[in-house]
């Protein structure tokens, strides 16, 4: 059963990158431009939106910290590493247990904050006087939407694989293990 589940969070976390680069890259190198009026043209890119460039970082810190993830499988699959493995295992899940929780919680938070600036885009807003930028920019806009639907695909990922996360340091502290420790 512990192959199965390890074998289940590589493929999650696998898939997991793939959409978080996916999110990173279609916020990123998404531009267009329009002439606006005979020789002035505006340009919509990502930096436009403070809210889009949190999310390009974020999604590559966790793209990279899942990469990171990945290794350490590799790594703990080596056998001369199984003295070590026993020893902190419990140090390392919690600290695994951790930093999943938080890379779920971030991705999760930058994707809706820029998914909520973008809707002003797509809106407007007549109380801050902010113009309908979508109307004029559809193909950006498209873009970004659907790198939205990839961040919050990756985010549902990142939480499957941090509830197995939970498991690997819950299992830890079986019953039979506290009462145990009670009687003594």
């Known amino acids: 059963?512990?192959?199965?589940?390890?074998?289940?969070?590589v493929?999650?976390?696998?898939?997991?990158i793939l959409f978080l680069v996916s999110t990173a890259c279609l916020?990123?190198?998404?531009?267009?431009?329009?002439?606006?009026?005979l020789t002035y043209s505006k340009k919509a890119t990502y930096k436009d939106l403070d809210a889009l460039k949190i999310l390009v970082?974020?999604?590559?810190?966790?793209?990279?910290?899942?990469?990171?993830?990945?290794?350490?499988?590799?790594?703990?699959a080596?056998?001369?590493?199984s003295n070590f493995k026993s020893s902190y295992y419990m140090y390392i899940a919690w600290i695994t247990f951790l930093l999943d929780q938080i890379t779920v919680y971030l991705?999760?938070?930058?994707?809706?904050?820029?998914?909520?600036?973008?809707?002003?885009a797509l809106n407007g807003s007549e109380a801050f006087q902010w113009m309908?930028?979508?109307?004029?920019?559809t193909r950006f806009c498209e873009q970004?939407?659907?790198?939205?639907?990839c961040g919050y695909i990756a985010s549902l990922l990142m939480a499957v694989f941090s509830t197995i996360s939970a498991y690997k340091v819950l299992r830890m502290y079986s019953s039979k293990r506290f009462m145990r420790l009670k009687g003594k």
């Open 132 to 137: 309908k930028i979508c109307n004029k920019f």
């Open 27 to 37: 916020v990123a190198f998404d531009t267009q431009t329009k002439v606006i009026f």
């Open 107 to 120: 991705t999760f938070t930058a994707n809706s904050a820029a998914f909520q600036a973008a809707i002003f």
């Open 144 to 149: 970004i939407g659907v790198a939205f639907l």
């Open 1 to 9: 059963m512990e192959l199965g589940i390890a074998k289940w969070e």
């Open 78 to 81: 080596l056998p001369s590493i």
């Open 11 to 16: 493929c999650l976390r696998v898939i997991a």
């Open 57 to 76: 970082y974020v999604t590559s810190t966790a793209a990279g910290y899942n990469l990171l993830q990945l290794c350490k499988h590799t790594f703990s």
